[in-house]
């Protein structure tokens, strides 16, 4: 029994890891989009390291006759709005360590130079329908980050994982009205290492502040854990305060609760960004 109830939890924290990377706003807008000669594919990245261009894809086959090109200017800027045509080639990339190529028409935006820095886009269609908008009035946005060592970002993710999978486990256990002491503790260990230890180690490289949550700013990131933290550290408590036993369970319970409503926040809403209009940043070094 035991073994399958650490199977569940390792499971279910894998399908919110998967969850939580393919719905925050730094995964690239994928998607399918009719041009009136046919249907193409598309992906247009929201997130790039300092140094590399921003790649703006639409894969082939694209129907003949269609063109496209990218409206672009700095989030948050006096800039005016520019833009560049979409050209035929091979366009590579990498995320979190896996490189991709796409064959098919795009554009490459040239890197910007701040942490945190945005670009606001539009990816305009002309096709048989005339010119359209792929998002219609609804701009994309791409934010900038340093580079952050490959091994602290898989520390960090080992980590996380390893401590929602605790956390998870221990809320089973809760149902099953198991001991729950041993599980409860390694669950706020872990969170302290991964969301507090790494986790600021993680925003330190990339935006040059180990915290920009509360009592720093509104990083949805950072303060979300803070709350599922304060869980945790009550159901700690009440399970070595002598209260009835029933108190901790249902503590236990809220915590895993609390926890699978973090992870279902998408990421980085509220996150760190640049405002080129002032020349300073929320959440960012700059």
């Not at 279910?12 to 393919?22: D, G, H, I, K, S």
């Not at 009719?34 to 790039?48: D, N, Y």
């Not at 050209?87 to 991709?100: N, T």
């Not at 993710?157 to 729950?180: C, K, Q, W």
């Amino acid at each position: 029994m035991r073994i399958l109830l650490w199977f569940a939890a390792a499971a279910l924290t894998l399908a919110c890891f998967v969850f939580q990377n393919r719905t925050g706003p730094t995964y690239p807008l994928e998607g399918t989009f009719e041009t009136g000669r046919g249907p193409v594919g598309f992906k247009f990245l929201r997130s790039e390291e300092i140094g590399t261009g921003l790649q703006i894809m639409f894969r082939d086959p694209v129907p003949a006759g269609v063109t496209a090109k990218i409206r672009f200017r700095r989030f948050k800027s006096n800039d005016a709005w520019s833009e560049m045509p979409m050209q035929p080639g091979a366009f590579r990339f990498s995320r979190r360590g896996a490189v991709e190529e796409i064959r098919g028409v795009g554009a490459t935006l040239p890197s910007l130079k701040e942490r945190a820095g945005k670009y606001e886009y539009f990816v305009i269609v002309d096709g048989a329908a005339g010119s359209r908008s792929v998002t219609g009035e609804r701009a994309i946005y791409a934010r900038y980050k340093a580079p952050v060592p490959h091994a602290v970002l898989l520390v960090h993710i080992v980590i996380v994982f390893l401590s929602m999978t605790l956390a998870l486990r221990t809320g089973l256990e809760a149902l099953r009205a198991g001991e729950m002491q041993q599980l409860v503790w390694a669950t706020v260990a872990s969170l302290l290492a991964g969301a507090f230890v790494m986790g600021p180690v993680v925003q330190k490289y990339a935006f040059g502040v180990w915290w920009s949550g509360v009592p720093f700013g509104w990083d949805w990131t950072d303060n979300k854990v803070l709350v599922e933290l304060g869980a945790w550290l009550l159901a700690a408590f009440l399970g070595v305060s002598g209260r009835p036993a029933r108190w901790t369970r249902a503590a236990v319970i809220f915590a895993t609760v609390v926890t699978l409503a973090v992870y279902f926040i998408p990421h980085s809403i509220f996150g760190s960004e640049f405002d080129y209009t002032s020349g300073v940043g929320r959440g960012t070094a700059g």
